[in-house]
């Protein structure tokens, strides 16, 4: 099989759509379904041109928003000639801007069978990016676009149960299948604890918190800071280390100094993924995470492959990985009951060893191969069941979100 995949995001941009995109290309290879993706082209972005399954697309900066791109129509519509002799089975969109209208437009041109991933809880994000507009009415906005785009396609898949149910009372009726991210196998292996440790100058017995993902209002990433200020009461030394880049991290620091913790708070911006980042998971006692919003939470898998235990709200997306309480532990949505549960591990380090063991173990569960083969058979059932020149017309009830067998 071969699947045309685009999206208005992918590396050298961090986020977790980049990190799921390659993931999955990477494992669905061995489940002989070859992948060309559509991204946008960055400044920075070199050394990503080398790679010939990737069409670069000539992109605009999105205003307020440096980290983005905004790919140009009319070069995606440039890339039909090469699009058309390379045959394509089936288009797969992963985000609702530029990469939607094109990836249906390249579908009814190639007469192929259009999917989508939807990753982003859009309807508890637009408030934090859009000021002065009223939060009931950004909300109905998110859910009448969604319901829309999700209508206009073959098949849609959602990372949890959680956002599959959502996109049903928004009146999705397009079928619906549970997918999440799966964690490739190098994610377990390395991560060199002291190196990281001995590189920032953090002493070896300092207790340590760690968030990892885009410093963005919707992450909640100013809950954390509150609870490190009564984790202190007990464990003065703690350090809440915090890595990424995003539009909260001035707030954030402002907070900070507000709360008197701005010396034990670290932000250590981007990290390679596939090295320093690793050592940061394993130098950290615990990964702490409070976002409502997560479709998933791949970052939680992650910390807990490299053998870090998790205390995290469990909402949305992280309710489906953290139901079990493998090498987890569920925090209650208020700064007290969090901290004390923060706290209790940390004074129990037999506690904390055993719980980074289960959470190793928990998360070979959750293995990329795994997730490409339900992926794959998802294709063949969709070009399977489209017929072809006319899409299907949306049905009279909705679908039940449903996981692949």
Request: proline content about 7%; charged content about 25%; overall charge positive.
């Amino acid at each position: 099989m071969n699947v045309l995949m685009i999206s208005d995001v992918y590396f050298p941009r961090i986020n977790g759509v980049s990190t799921s995109i390659e993931t999955f290309r990477r494992a669905l290879c061995a489940q002989g379904v070859r992948s060309t993706l559509i991204a946008p082209d960055y400044p920075e972005a070199a050394a990503c041109r080398a790679d010939g399954s990737v069409i670069r697309i000539p992109s605009l900066p999105v205003p307020l928003d440096p980290e983005d791109r905004l790919m140009r129509r009319r070069h995606v519509r440039a890339a039909m000639p090469r699009l058309h002799r390379e045959r394509y089975d089936l288009v797969h969109i992963h985000t609702p801007f530029v990469a939607h209208y094109a990836g249906l437009e390249i579908a009814r041109a190639l007469d192929l069978p259009c999917v989508a991933t939807y990753h982003t809880f859009f309807e508890e994000y637009l408030f934090h990016y859009v000021p002065g507009v009223p939060r009931a009415w950004l909300r109905a906005l998110a859910r009448r676009f969604s319901r829309t785009q999700c209508n206009e396609l073959d098949a849609v898949f959602v990372p949890s149960r959680a956002m599959g149910e959502t996109l049903e009372r928004y009146g999705v009726t397009r079928p619906l299948h549970v997918l999440p991210t799966g964690v490739p196998p190098d994610q377990f292996e390395g991560g060199d604890s002291y190196h990281f440790r001995q590189r920032y100058g953090i002493e070896r017995d300092r207790k340590l918190l760690l968030f990892v993902g885009r410093v963005a209002h919707e992450k909640n990433i100013g809950f954390l800071i509150d609870v490190l200020e009564r984790v202190r009461r007990r464990e003065p030394s703690a350090l809440l280390l915090i890595t990424g880049e995003g539009p909260a991290l001035a707030a954030l620091r402002a907070q900070a100094e507000r709360a008197g913790v701005a010396e034990h708070v670290r932000f250590l911006g981007y990290l390679d993924r596939h090295s320093e980042l690793h050592d940061c998971y394993r130098a950290a006692d615990l990964f702490v995470f409070a976002s409502r919003t997560e479709t998933q939470g791949l970052v939680l898998l992650e910390a807990m492959a490299l053998g870090t235990p998790v205390v995290a709200l469990a909402e949305m997306g992280t309710r489906d990985l953290l139901e079990a309480q493998r090498g987890c532990r569920i925090a209650p949505d208020d700064v007290e009951g969090f901290a004390r549960i923060v706290c209790g591990l940390l004074g129990d380090p037999r506690e904390l060893e055993r719980l980074g063991s289960e959470a190793s173990a928990y998360a070979r569960g959750w293995g990329a191969d795994e997730m490409a083969r339900r992926l794959a058979r998802l294709y063949a059932g969709v070009c399977a069941s489209v017929r072809r020149p006319a899409m299907a017309q949306p049905s009279a009830t909705p679908s039940r979100p449903t996981s692949p067998p």
